[in-house]
């Protein structure tokens, strides 16, 4: 089969179109026909070398496809032949076909396709365990939210999930066709970034209070500066650094405001840390996937693929779309 290889750290033009043997899976795993793989800036992370996780050379980028079920392992208990599915996998999603465990596999939504399955793999997992999770944020009907970020996705589904349990959402994002996008789905007040600081739009939209939570991707000064127009007892959750810059927490503030900070590493529970913690959370995050299809299933969540290539070749073009910011929403590879 063909499949995207990375042999050596580095940029995404140094990925290579190979044939490669057929996978086949072990106790516990399907193998899955992929019509659809996710990349983004985590990828172009894990191909540098500069991701938590270093796959072992050589391997096929991406950890999240769509597609149908071809072989299943010995124990497999959830799934059949035929079945269409999104996962979640450890690497090799850039790829004809992939292995993953059953754990990591969920039904695909009717109401979606192969590509719009993509961002329901970790964009919306991981938002939503960031804000419905009580030991994260927690939000609350009525409650304030600061999304940064909000074009992208986890930002967009963040906007989207907050809208669903009925939350205030102030979003930001940079330039008018961002601005302009994430107001259209759904976001109450959006912020451009690009025309100045935040902090005193967001105190103003609050009556001086302050927002009661915090989703930040960016990190560095978008951190610092949230901290400053929170409300007392309010949460910001960190997910990303994509800013470049990790903040140094000025612990005198949370003091003085009461305030909490909670990271969320969702790969923890996906199997993606030094304690694969996928099987002993496997009821938690079933429970959190079935959440999100169902309001997927109601209207309620749109996923979003603001660029769709179709070619395994496209790969390198895909990753680079997304370092040049050409992008609103996921990225997606198609695959007849």
């Known amino acids: ?40 800036f985590a990828t172009s992370l894990v191909i540098a070398g500069k991701y938590q996780r270093k796959p072992p050379f050589p391997f096929a980028p991406g950890t999240e496809i769509s597609g149908t079920i071809v072989e299943t392992g010995k124990d497999v208990r959830r799934f059949r032949v035929g079945d269409a599915v999104y996962a979640t996998i450890d690497w090799g999603g850039c790829a004809e076909e992939a292995i993953a465990h059953e754990v990591n596999v969920f039904p695909k939504p009717a109401a979606v396709g ?48 907050a809208k669903a349990i009925g939350a205030c959402v102030i979003a930001t994002a940079g330039g008018a066709e961002k601005t302009a996008f994430v107001r259209s789905r759904g976001a109450d007040h959006v912020i451009d970034y690009r ?15 302050g927002v009661n939570a915090v989703l930040d991707p960016v990190g560095g000064e978008v951190f ?17 650094f994509a800013g470049g810059t990790i903040p140094t927490i000025p612990a005198n503030i949370l003091l003085v405001k009461n305030l909490t900070v909670v990271g969320c590493n969702l790969g923890y529970y996906m199997g993606w840390s030094p304690y694969d913690a996928r ?58």
């Open 224 to 240: 610092n500066e949230s901290l400053r127009c929170m409300a007392p007892e309010a949460r910001i959750c960190p997910i990303g």
């Open 1 to 40: 089969m063909r499949a995207m290889i990375c042999r050596q750290w580095g940029p995404p033009e140094s990925l290579r179109l190979e044939n490669i043997e057929r996978p086949s899976p072990g106790a516990g795993q399907v193998r899955i026909a992929v019509r659809a793989a996710g990349v983004s």
């Open 114 to 161: 192969w590509t719009e399955a993509i961002p329901l793999a970790i964009s919306y997992p991981t938002a939503g365990a960031a804000l419905l999770w009580p030991q994260f944020m927690d939000l609350q009907p009525g409650e304030w939210l600061l999304v940064h970020a909000a074009a992208g996705g986890v930002g967009l589904a963040a906007v989207e999930i």
């Open 279 to 336: 099987f002993d959370y496997a009821d938690r995050m079933a429970a959190l996937h079935r959440r999100l299809c169902d309001w997927v299933e109601a209207g309620k969540l749109r996923p979003h693929v603001g660029r769709t290539f179709h070619r395994l070749e496209d790969v390198p073009a895909a990753i680079r779309c997304i370092l040049d910011r050409q992008v609103l929403g996921r990225v997606a590879i198609e695959l007849a």
């Open 195 to 209: 025309a100045g600081p935040f902090r005193e739009e967001v105190l103003r939209l609050t009556d001086g209070r």
